[in-house]
């Protein structure tokens, strides 16, 4: 499957799905020196591949479209994480919710480890298209493949857009569960040697994933 198909695909998902609704959120993938992204205010229900732009990791874009406002914390992803293919941002409900109150995922479940570390954290606030928010969204990637954003929704990263937006799902699911466990009290979390572990066991389950191919 061509790249822009791919997006095309991950973009409509992301609102068949529930992770995103309306014009809200975006997708993009490393392209050559740069990257293909969803052009600012496009209906993810009705994108087309001509609703994607190409753009270098500076600003510069080619074509009549301009690309999504959030394109500088794409490419501030990519100028640091040269393992990154693909990267998402959605504003799914539950992440959202726990964003705008400043709350990290924490290793109440084994499963957070598949953003890449010991939690999913929350990044600063800042307003939306800005330097500021790229650099804290590079920041909060340095070391994760997902974070949330806070007063605003989460990003996730993936050598693949359909990749990216799996990892997305999960970060949703593991929100909501997180949230619905908040009214009944503070859970029990894993601590570092645990969770360690877990690392350890997803590295050699990805390895092994790239290998056979499953």
Same mark, same amino acid.
């Given at each position: 499957?061509?790249?822009?198909?791919?997006?095309?695909?991950?973009? $409509?998902?992301?609102?068949?799905?529930? /992770?995103?609704?309306? $014009?809200?959120?975006? *997708?993009?993938?490393? #392209?050559?020196?740069? !990257?293909?992204?969803?052009?600012?205010?496009?209906?993810?229900?009705? %994108?087309?591949?001509?609703?994607? &732009?190409?753009?270098?990791?500076?600003? =510069?874009?080619?074509?009549? +479209?301009?690309?999504?406002?959030?394109?500088?914390?794409?490419?501030? %992803? @990519?100028?640091?994480?040269?393992?990154?293919?693909? *990267?998402?941002? &959605? =504003?799914?409900?539950?992440? !959202?919710?726990?964003? #705008? +109150?400043?709350?990290? %995922?924490?290793?109440?479940?084994?499963?957070?480890? *598949?953003?890449?570390?010991?939690?999913?954290? #929350?990044?600063? @606030?800042?307003?939306?298209?800005?330097?500021?928010?790229?650099?804290?969204?590079?920041?909060?990637?340095?070391? $994760?493949?997902? #974070? /949330?954003?806070?007063?605003?929704?989460? *990003?996730?990263?993936?050598?693949?857009?359909?990749?990216? /937006?799996? /990892?997305?799902?999960? &970060?949703?699911?593991?929100?909501?569960? @997180?949230?619905?466990?908040?009214? %009944?009290?503070?859970?029990?979390?894993?601590?570092?040697?645990?969770?360690?572990?877990?690392?350890?066991?997803?590295?050699? @389950?990805? $390895?092994?994933?790239?290998?056979?191919?499953?």
């Amino acid at each position: 499957m061509t790249l822009d198909a791919q997006l095309v695909d991950t973009a $409509r998902a992301m609102n068949a799905t529930g /992770l995103n609704q309306g $014009r809200s959120g975006n *997708v993009s993938a490393r #392209c050559g020196d740069g !990257m293909l992204i969803t052009a600012s205010g496009c209906h993810f229900d009705d %994108i087309t591949p001509k609703h994607l &732009v190409e753009t270098d990791l500076d600003g =510069h874009w080619r074509g009549p +479209l301009k690309p999504s406002s959030e394109a500088s914390f794409h490419a501030a %992803i @990519y100028r640091q994480r040269p393992d990154a293919g693909a *990267v998402i941002h &959605v =504003h799914s409900p539950w992440a !959202m919710s726990l964003a #705008c +109150l400043h709350r990290r %995922i924490p290793p109440f479940h084994y499963m957070v480890a *598949v953003a890449g570390g010991t939690d999913i954290p #929350c990044i600063p @606030y800042a307003t939306f298209g800005t330097e500021e928010l790229a650099q804290h969204v590079a920041q909060g990637l340095a070391d $994760r493949d997902a #974070c /949330l954003m806070a007063n605003h929704g989460q *990003v996730a990263l993936a050598d693949t857009p359909a990749a990216a /937006l799996e /990892l997305a799902q999960e &970060v949703e699911h593991l929100a909501r569960s @997180y949230g619905q466990l908040l009214p %009944i009290g503070e859970p029990v979390l894993l601590d570092d040697d645990r969770m360690a572990e877990v690392l350890g066991r997803f590295s050699s @389950y990805r $390895r092994n994933a790239q290998t056979t191919g499953t």
